[in-house]
């Protein structure tokens, strides 16, 4: 889950690496590094810390020369210490490698390569330069010597490498982690994705796996493990650099909240006839199932409430990371709607791979143009939201249940009702933002010494409690969990003490009075109640209004003051909600 990023061309390429970097920070940012190649000598800096911090004490964008890699890691093998940082070294520090992925066979290769050349990281990576200074020693070039070493690698890899026998050139190769080439005029970049390098350019080469890759200037050739050359078109990508950057607000979660009536209009952009043929697969489809982690997962509950309630069509959402494990079940008759906003979830990459090797179909609901996820698809619905940097979900969330209301409306013929409902909803959105986004601060400062937050709800609203908790927990540092509300008086009832927050989302809809019912049990023990509903109720410590809508859309509305809650009380600790600790945004290990 590192960032990793390569410059080859005329200009100074230390600070193009350095910007790139910071543009990959959503990654991992346990520590950095930079190595550039100048006039044949290698030279590197890397140490502990976020990209910011590591270029304060070392002036990272100082290194000369035309060509370099750099690294922002997400720890995985061996502590967060500056031996331990990226980028890793042969023994003659004539060969730079960075490394974003989990080299499963490190062991048995650093106990050979032990015996010749001496490790000074605890990281898997090491080895990596090691074997290609074997192969090189034996008169490879530096193309040659990484297409050997990867054969001998287990795992996922993206690896850029840089050798002082070769000035101007950088060679990468991938396997089940992403790297992408970026052609511009006189230069070219690779990277762990678009946005490091969207500013510089937007002609863009997507690296398969297997693939080996050299860049040289505005001069890119792929071969295949094989040696044999690959032809390939760089194709454009339509995201916007502004896309990624605050424009004027303190953290990218905010900026994300805020434009997601935005994204929800985006969203709707969408061939009409995609999502019907996608909804007509749903309905033929003997065995429909949804899976997703995290985020996504919560917004695939949501689609199968939507699938079941509008579409009349049972469905079935397993976890990602879970996915594969029911393999045996999944077959030609199945439909898989694996759902993702990156596009590289190792879990999720991993169950789909499986369920295609099994004959089933593959529709996927993505946001990142081009990832892994969407090119291994039948069919890709992309969210159209624009980069999120954020590493809590927000915007991609609505954006997917966007989709998922289009699915579910195009299944009984009513794709345009639907769009035009949407379209609405997304005006309500604003008011709902301005509204809650004036309150929630203040009331954040009251929750702020609480550490055990509980979120209820039933039927279509339950998937809202679960990601209402996820978000307090990863970027506020709560224990939070989201539940049923039925299940509460099945146990964790038990944990409910004075003045405990329970959050109810309680819309005034089929849900309300028998949520109702759990709230008065809750507040029979003593529990702070914070109600999200368009209807005041007495037994409110708090409310959080939201407006009124026709029942099904009430997750679209619902979920817009809880992320504001998250955020506001993340700030109000002294949190930073952008970068939470121990988190990364793609998560491309398993
Ligand atoms: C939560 C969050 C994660 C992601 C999860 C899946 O705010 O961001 O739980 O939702 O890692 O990521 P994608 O959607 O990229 O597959």
Redesign the pocket.
């Known amino acids: 889950m590192c960032g990793i990023i390569g410059y080859c061309g005329e200009k100074s390429a230390a600070p193009i690496v350095l910007e790139g970097l910071k543009r990959l920070e959503y990654r991992g940012y346990d520590s950095a590094g930079i190595a550039s190649l100048c006039d044949g000598r290698l030279l590197m800096k890397k140490d502990v810390g976020k990209i910011d911090e590591v270029n304060q004490k070392h002036n990272l964008g100082s290194l000369l020369g035309n060509t370099a890699i750099g690294h922002t890691r997400w720890a995985t093998h061996g502590g967060v210490t500056q031996d331990n940082a990226h980028p890793h070294c042969d023994c003659k520090r004539e060969i730079f490698v960075v490394h974003n992925g989990i080299i499963e066979n490190h062991q048995p290769l650093r106990h050979r390569l032990e015996r010749k050349y001496s490790f000074v990281s605890e990281t898997d990576s090491e080895v990596i330069p090691h074997l290609i200074r074997e192969f090189m020693d034996m008169g490879s070039s530096l193309e040659q010597a990484v297409c050997q070493a990867v054969k001998e690698l287990r795992g996922s890899y993206a690896i850029l490498a840089i050798s002082a026998s070769e000035p101007q050139k950088i060679v990468a190769a991938r396997k089940d982690s992403p790297l992408v080439v970026g052609i511009g005029s006189g230069e070219s970049f690779v990277a762990s994705d678009v946005l490091s390098f969207l500013k510089h350019t937007n002609r863009v080469i997507f690296v398969e796996d297997g693939e080996i890759v050299s860049l040289n200037n505005d001069k890119v050739t792929i071969h295949d493990g094989e040696g044999r050359q690959i032809p390939r078109e760089p194709q454009k990508v339509d995201w916007k650099w502004s896309g990624a950057t605050k424009q004027g607000y303190e953290f990218f979660m905010r900026k994300e909240i805020m434009e997601q009536p935005w994204a929800m209009r985006c969203a709707l952009m969408q061939d009409r006839g995609l999502i019907m043929e996608a909804a007509m697969d749903i309905l033929r489809t003997r065995q429909v199932v949804l899976t997703?982690?995290?985020?996504?997962r919560h917004a695939a509950l949501i689609g199968r409430y939507l699938f079941s309630k509008v579409g009349g069509k049972f469905s079935d959402v397993i976890m990602g990371s879970e996915f594969h494990h029911f393999s045996d079940s999944i077959h030609k008759d199945t439909l898989v709607i694996a759902v993702?906003?990156?596009g590289?979830?190792a879990d999720?990459l991993e169950g789909v791979k499986k369920a295609k090797a099994n004959g089933a179909t593959i529709l996927s609901i993505v946001n990142v143009v081009g990832s892994s996820l969407a090119r291994l698809s039948d069919k890709v619905v992309y969210l159209n939201c624009g980069p999120e940097i954020g590493?809590?979900?927000t915007k991609?969330f609505v954006s997917e249940l966007v989709i998922f209301y289009l699915l579910a409306f195009a299944m009984i013929n009513q794709l345009r009702e639907g769009m035009r409902a949407i379209k609405s909803l997304s005006l309500l959105t604003r008011k709902n933002l301005n509204h809650n986004g004036a309150i929630s601060p203040e009331l954040a400062q009251g929750l702020k010494g609480k550490n055990d937050f509980y979120y209820i709800a039933r039927g279509i609203n339950f998937a809202t409690a679960m990601e209402a908790a996820?978000?307090a927990k990863?970027i506020a540092y709560v224990h939070a969990e989201g539940m049923p509300a039925g299940e509460l008086k099945h146990g964790t009832l038990a944990l409910i003490e004075q003045k405990t927050p329970v959050i109810a989302i309680c819309p005034a809809d089929y849900t309300f009075e028998e949520t109702m019912s759990n709230v008065a049990e809750a507040k029979a023990r003593g529990a702070f109640i914070i109600g999200v509903s368009d209807r005041n109720e007495e037994s409110f410590d708090e409310w959080l209004k939201i407006p009124t809508v026709e029942e099904v859309f009430y997750p679209l509305v619902s979920i817009v003051p809880l992320q504001l809650l998250a955020y506001d009380l993340a700030v109000a600790k002294g949190l930073d909600p952008d970068k939470p600790r121990n988190l990364a945004?793609?998560?491309t290990v398993k």
């Open positions: 997703g982690c995290g985020t996504s993702s906003q990156s590289e979830t999720i590493v809590a979900a991609s996820l978000k990863e945004k793609s998560v």
